[in-house]
């Protein structure tokens, strides 16, 4: 069994894997310097690597919403976002011999004693009216730790396919939602709860229905974790 079979076996049976070294420190830089960049100019603050927590934190703490969610959204279309697509998009087409496109960029923050940007349990399927989606996410700057709050996943909950059953928690007008299943407290106890832990350079990709959430941060340093989702192209090819 080849190395891409091993993959997608581990795939399937669990809703997730780990591809550890998939990023080079070259591409995690790139990353770093234009979150950098961006949110030096839009916070009014010089922002580097020794500082990008404090300035994170303190404006989260100031309640500088809007300006950070400004940020957020010049950063995920930028241009190293659609560098790594390329990579992602190779990777998917030849471990599912299918084609995928774009769907939607995002990044994970998880930000001590705040809330606001934390998602509780739920599916990325209940998210998007698409079918049969793939989801890569990746940490910059620090690695991602059960410490910081990195995703935790119900393991083979994918299995379950698509919970209709949801309910909407939004804990204030500038959080995120959540489309939280309803018995999800039935389905914990079948489903053993693990911890994506990933270095620099490594990659969680996770299917559309898995159950998910992130974990407080306990942790002095902000949990930056850019996120790729891609959709089926419907143009198959045969291999």
């Not at 997608?8 to 550890?20: H, Q, R, V």
């Not at 950063?75 to 990579?87: E, G, H, L, M, V």
């Not at 996410?137 to 949801?166: R, W, Y």
Request: charged share 30%; proline share 3%.
């Amino acid at each position: 069994m080849n190395k891409l079979n091993i993959i997608l076996k581990k795939y399937e049976k669990d809703g997730f894997i780990i591809l550890k070294n998939f990023i080079t420190k070259k591409e995690i830089d790139v990353f770093e310097k234009k979150l950098f960049e961006i949110y030096s100019n839009n916070l009014k603050a010089y922002v580097n690597k020794k500082n990008v927590h404090k300035v994170i934190i303190s404006s989260e703490k100031n309640k500088l919403y809007d300006q950070l969610y400004l940020c957020y959204n010049k950063y995920i279309i930028s241009r190293p976002y659609k560098n790594i697509q390329k990579k992602f998009l190779l990777f998917s087409k030849k471990l599912f011999k299918k084609n995928y496109k774009y769907l939607k960029a995002g990044m994970a923050i998880g930000i001590r004693n705040s809330s606001r940007t934390a998602y509780d349990w739920h599916q990325e399927k209940s998210y998007y009216n698409i079918k049969n989606t793939i989801h890569f996410q990746f940490p910059i700057i620090s690695p991602a730790t059960k410490n910081n709050g990195t995703m935790s996943v119900l393991a083979s909950s994918h299995n379950l396919g698509e919970i209709k059953k949801t309910k909407n928690i939004k804990k204030s007008k500038k959080s995120i939602n959540t489309l939280k299943p309803n018995n999800i407290n039935q389905i914990k106890k079948n489903y053993k709860e693990k911890f994506i832990k990933m270095k620099l350079g490594d990659v969680c990709m996770f299917n559309e229905n898995i159950i998910h959430k992130t974990n407080k941060n306990y942790s002095k340093n902000v949990r930056l974790v850019p996120i790729i989702r891609f959709k089926p192209s419907n143009k198959w090819e045969v291999f």
